[in-house]
């Protein structure tokens, strides 16, 4: 019988990285419609027995309950306490050998039980003693966790690896990856990093759809793993590219595991249900730890190397050199620093809201503010083609500084907007900055009950100590805090205790398409009662269409976000002309 488990299962699993032949699968999800272990009619399915010490027999309050606890017919559940204990799996748990002898009053425990088919089905048991004298009797409640143990199981195993391909992630990768460069430079061994990328994903969505090209992905990780060495590891760091660490090879090797790859992923067309794809790969290869010596660095070279492959054409490969580095990185990061500080200075910098509503036939009256960026030319600049480079340059202080400014500007003038504004890690884990951003919030808090501050998951597990101080600040100032894109990262219970959030925002990876995927309508099941469970709001985003909307507020979604709430306006028809740029004269407000 095992141990009592930890009051918060998500901070002690096994660090272990599976090796490229390694399963990866995910765990069997919860079955909510079979009659698996885990079916519905198990939810809360408990029952009661009495012991007594006198001659070790067991009475049972609900034989019917007892009977499906044990998987067996009525007149084969155990009816002594030795009996009982041949059924649990493993070592008896210390406190209830304890208790069944006397020696304790009362224990609690979680178990296995052994049933016919082989299999364990978890339990929960808490009893103490009542009674004196030859009249002392052991009561005790048996209740099936099953499903719970399920679900915790499923979330473990998504902190370490990835839903779509069952690789790693790209969190669990960057660790792993730290740890090679640092045994690599401790030793006399070389080995090698590779980022490769599926060429020209655009237009197999485009022309086979958005199936088809997932078939493509898990098809070609497939692929990738199945030639990599034993002691190789390989994760999926982005929607099309995988980063792979090659454990020992020189210059040679890492060219003939560079081709090696190349041919497995192009030898053989993709079958999908729209046609078969023919496939291919560039790489992106960088030598440890001549080249690089940081996960960063080791990561951002690859991805010059990618870049200049892919100019070579599909299905190539490159290994970084200092040219590249220059030619490519350099250049890019010059021009992207002029056109930022340009648009900064020009006031080219502009929010785009997005509606939030509790129900659909709402009037929205909670927006997301979504940063743009007009170009010399009057067009927009897509956001993925500035704010990397913005992080990259140490520039993204400011451009979080001016939407909290043009926040600000918005609601001085709205006084029924309540607005959620986004902000970087870099701003936040940077003393300087993090307090200018406070102390422009604290001159303003007569608006600050009507923002709500968003970080993404992903960025909150790197700098989880910086991230609590910040959250406190603000919330004492009457912000609110929420954490964007929820369930793309892992963050434990003790975390999200300790930073106070406010607002769960569901990674929308998970609500599109929720309607018809069971798989995300138990992930989303899952995320809200982890947020009830501590208080929190949830909020969907990327919700396209009505059916999923449906789901979602059946499922007790809060709040819902996407094109079919509302695509993001720079100039919605509730926003005072010249806002939130030039401060107007009068202020408005929602009906």
Known sequence: MVKNAEAFPFENQDSSVPSAEQNTSAPADVDVRGNGAANASDRGLQTMFEFDPNDGTLKWSDDEAASRIFGVARDQIASTGTAFSECILDDEDEARVAAFVGQRPSYACEYQLRRPDGKGHWVEERGGWIGTGPNRRLISVIRSIEGRKRREEQLSWLALNDELTGLLNRAHLRKTLETHIARLESGEQTGAYILAGIDDVGAINADFGFEAADKVIVETSQRLSGVLGPKDRIGRVAGTKFGIIINDCDAEELRQVCVRLLNVVRENVVNTKSGAVAASVSLGAVSLPEQATTTNETMTRAEAALDAAKRIGKSSWSLFTDKTDVVSMRRRNTHMSDVILTALNERRIRLAFQPIVGDLDEVPAKFECLIRMHGEDGQLVPAPEFI????????????????????????????????????????????????????????????????????????????????????????????????????????????????????????????????????????????????????????????????????????????????????????????????????????????
């Open 388 to 591: 990397p480079a913005a992080e990259r340059l140490g520039l993204v202080h400011l451009l979080d500084r001016r939407v909290l400014e043009l926040a600000l500007n918005t609601l001085a003038v709205c006084p029924n907007i309540h607005l959620n504004v986004n902000i970087s890690m870099e701003t936040v884990k940077d003393f300087v900055w993090a307090e200018g951003y406070i102390a422009l919030l604290r001159a303003h808090q007569e608006f600050t009950n009507r923002i709500t501050v968003e970080l993404t998951e992903t960025q909150i597990i790197d700098s989880i100590d910086a991230t609590i101080e910040f959250v406190s600040e603000i919330k004492r100032l009457g912000c609110s805090f929420g954490i964007d894109d929820f369930g793309a990262g892992y963050t434990s219970f003790r975390n999200l205790k300790a930073m106070d959030i406010d607002i769960l925002k569901i990674d929308g990876s998970f609500v599109t398409g929720v309607s018809s995927s069971r798989e995300n309508q138990l992930f989303v099941r899952t995320l809200l009662d982890l947020a009830r469970n501590f208080g929190m709001k949830t909020v969907a985003e990327w919700v396209d269409n009505e059916a999923d909307a449906m789901l979602l507020k059946g499922l007790g979604v809060d709040y819902l976000q996407g094109f079919m709430i509302g695509k993001p306006e720079i100039t919605p028809d509730w926003l005072p002309e010249g806002a939130p740029n030039d401060a107007p004269q009068r202020s408005v407000e929602r009906g």
